[in-house]
């Protein structure tokens, strides 16, 4: 969208402001993020850009891996800060966060996926109402979901248990399986379940040989979508779990709350590095997707 | 099912009617327009629950007398320690009302009494009363509470102004990029993209202390304006823990919720239109106002509701960036779920959110349509 070559000073002027404007706003939308990144490598346990760490060329003594070291748990004497404390607790978020997500992430994935089957067929009964249901969980706010699931988990005693974290989990994914997949079913032809199970496939044969490879991408970026819902997940977790469901997100949130140390900057930008490594893989099979169903995009 | 259990739970009043079934059989006969006191009856009855009630059950039932009027649960605690000697030494009173007024003469008090008639139905609405700052008086009208203890209402108006904040910045923030995105060449959009959809992806809780490090007093951007010599080391600004804080923090999160959708409405809108207008002899401006603008209303509307309804249920942000005066109604309903124990209160909150969120549905449903809702 150049400027066309008769464009006059002032249009030229609220360009170039518009396009600068456009600038900052990016900045502003990405900055943050950067800026953890070195500060997570300082040395001091301060967070601010020390003299060490602008100067050029590097000077080695203002960057260290100390408290990369002290995330994993790794408590040595060079390690150890009076101010910052060292223990295992993020290695042991990590390990629940790892387990509560991807079970979750199966379960949802499997929910969602038969449901967004299901809700794609044409003659499906009382689809408005059902849609609905499954995708409240997205809209409703986080905290009156958790308030309500709490409630209800405190009389079939499920809270503090792993299996109330997980199911929770799954009740907040499952709506973003169900969508990435719809979306992916729009452009799938019916007719070819009929021309399988017309050649003798059983259902279940028919789902893994036909219907499954023409949705996976549609499955495998709801299944993201669900495991990032639930890595990051932490208002359930905070009510319901006990100590013993310590995950990243709940470490972070007590580390937050008491004090910032430099710890939470490394969780911090493993986790930047997690969702970058996400974006792109859900962009690689959006466009994938797209390439297969013949749909070019412009 | 959850939520359906929660609005059950803000009307919720069951407990204490298992605790004390027959002195409410017996309080709900007394005529309260010929006596002072409730009849001997309602001593009676209260003594016995009192003498044999289960413990933890007394308890959670004095936490919910607490909430219509204070003083209940020391005044209950002190009667069954006295009334438990008692039955101990096999001695039960002639006169059960004379007992229980010698024991504690708070219960000749009538205000106390008249306090008990808001508890003995099984459902009420005083949680939601409570959540609007209002109580009831003695004579069991509802009135507002004391100045000092008005805290929702305050907490509600508050809500609402930073979600109205947050979503004007995020159009104006928003609309250019979106603009902006929608017209480059597929190849420069799709890399510009990718810094609307990192903070998209990346965890709410890693924003968040990203904010926090860049605003706090100590913080990035203060050391940056004082390197520069803008401000004096003294002179730093307070940034974070207020309000100020919550507003740029929760701008800059739910951006991306405002850019996409506006984004994918102005995908579709024909260039050429712009063109014909100026053709037309319309001046650019004009062109932008009476063309262009009123095809992006679809978009604008769904990303303005999406993040206006995203910002009023908010709470992991302001409650780690607002510090105390950034508090919105979010930290409340988590503060009574976990602190204070007073799930009908949580509920009732929470309801209360709940109707105000599904008003908004409806106009968005109205208004755009829900299955509009894509994802990146």
Redesign the interface.
């Known amino acids: 969208?150049a400027l066309p070559s008769y464009a006059t000073p002032v249009?030229r002027t609220y360009y170039y402001a518009?396009?600068f404007?456009?600038g900052v706003?990016?900045f502003?939308?990405?900055?943050?993020?950067i800026?953890?990144v070195p500060?997570s490598f300082s040395v001091s346990p301060?967070?601010?850009?020390t003299e060490g760490m602008l100067a050029w060329p590097p000077d080695p003594d203002a960057w260290s891996l100390r408290w990369y070291q002290n995330m994993i748990g790794n408590c040595s004497a060079d390690v150890v800060s009076s101010t910052v404390p060292c223990s295992h607790k993020w290695m042991t978020g990590t390990i629940n966060s790892f387990f509560i997500g991807l079970t979750a992430t199966f379960i949802a994935t499997t929910l969602g996926t038969i449901a967004a089957l299901g809700l794609s067929r044409p003659h499906m009964p009382y689809k408005g109402i059902i849609m609905?249901i499954l995708?409240?969980p997205?809209?409703?706010?986080?905290?009156?979901?958790a308030?309500?699931?709490?409630?209800?988990?405190a009389?079939i005693n499920l809270v503090y248990t792993f299996t109330g974290v997980i199911l929770a989990h799954v009740a907040l994914a499952t709506p973003?399986v169900v969508?990435?997949v719809t979306a992916t079913l729009v452009g799938f032809d019916m007719n070819m379940v009929k021309a399988s199970q017309s050649l003798g496939a059983r259902p279940v044969r028919t789902f893994f040989k036909v219907i499954m490879p023409l949705i996976l991408p549609g499955v495998i970026s709801g299944a993201l979508?669900a495991f990032?819902t639930s890595?990051?997940e932490?208002?359930i977790v905070?009510?319901m779990a006990s100590l013993d469901q310590l995950t990243i997100?709940k470490q972070?949130?007590a580390g937050?709350?008491q004090e910032?140390s430099p710890v939470?900057?490394c969780m911090?930008t493993c986790?930047?590095a997690l969702?970058?490594f996400?974006?792109t893989t859900?962009?690689i099979l959006?466009r994938r997707s797209e390439r297969l169903r013949g749909i070019k995009?412009? | 099912?959850?939520?359906?259990?929660?609005l059950l739970?803000s009307v919720d009043d069951t407990q204490i009617n298992t605790v004390f079934p027959n002195t409410f059989e017996e309080y709900k006969k007394w005529d309260k327009e010929q006596d002072q006191l409730p009849p001997e009856e309602v001593y009676k009855a209260l003594f016995q629950e009192l003498a044999y009630g289960n413990k933890i059950q007394v308890g959670r039932a004095l936490t919910r007398m607490n909430y219509s009027k204070s003083g209940w649960k020391s005044l209950i605690k002190n009667t069954s320690r006295a009334i438990k000697k008692a039955v101990k030494k096999d001695e039960f009173p002639d006169s059960y009302k004379d007992f229980l007024i010698a024991a504690n003469e708070k219960w000749a008090d009538p205000t106390f009494w008249y306090a008990m008639g808001q508890m003995v139905n099984n459902q009420t609405p005083i949680y939601y009363y409570n959540a609007i700052d209002m109580t009831y008086d003695q004579d069991q009208n509802v009135i507002r509470q004391k100045e000092n203890r008005r805290v929702y209402v305050q907490t509600w108006i508050k809500t609402l102004k930073v979600s109205v904040y947050v979503t004007f910045f995020c159009l104006i923030?928003?609309f250019?990029?979106a603009h902006?995105l929608a017209?480059?060449p597929?190849r420069y959009s799709n890399l510009?993209m990718?810094?609307?959809?990192?903070?998209f992806?990346?965890?709410?809780?890693?924003?968040?202390?990203?904010?926090?490090?860049?605003l706090q007093q100590?913080?990035?951007i203060n050391?940056i304006l004082v390197w520069l010599g803008i401000l004096s080391d003294d002179g730093r600004l307070s940034m974070v823990y207020n309000e100020t804080g919550t507003l740029i923090a929760m701008t800059?999160i739910l951006?991306?919720f405002m850019i996409l959708p506006l984004y994918s409405v102005m995908?579709v809108i024909p260039k050429s239109h712009m063109r014909a207008a100026q053709n037309l002899g319309a001046k650019?401006a004009t062109a932008f106002w009476k063309v262009y603008l009123p095809q992006t209303i679809p978009g604008m509307s769904a990303g303005g509701l999406l993040v206006f309804?995203?910002a009023?249920?908010?709470?992991?942000t302001p409650e780690?960036v607002g510090g105390k005066d950034g508090k919105l109604i979010?930290s409340w309903?988590?503060y009574h779920?976990?602190t204070t124990l007073n799930?009908g209160l949580?509920?009732a909150l929470?309801a209360i959110?709940?109707a105000v969120?599904l008003i908004f549905?409806w106009l968005y449903n109205k208004i755009v349509g829900?299955d509009n809702?894509k994802?990146?």
């Open positions: 969208m249009q518009y396009l404007f456009c706003v990016f502003f939308l990405v900055a943050p993020l800026a953890i500060l301060f967070m601010v850009f609905a995708i409240s997205m809209i409703v706010p986080l905290i009156i979901t308030a309500g699931m709490f409630f209800f988990y009389r973003f969508i990435t979508f990032i890595f990051d932490v208002v905070m009510f997100p972070m949130w937050i709350r910032i939470i900057l911090a986790l930047v969702s970058i996400l974006l859900v962009e959006r995009s412009r | 099912m959850p939520i359906g259990d929660m739970r923030l928003g250019p990029v902006l017209n480059l597929l510009l990718i810094f609307v959809l990192l903070p992806w990346t965890s709410l809780l890693v924003r968040t202390t990203a904010w926090i490090v860049m100590q913080g990035v050391g800059q951006l991306p995908r650019p309804v995203l009023i249920g908010y709470f992991i780690l979010g309903i988590a779920l976990k799930w949580c509920a929470g959110l709940l969120m549905y829900i809702i994802l990146g």
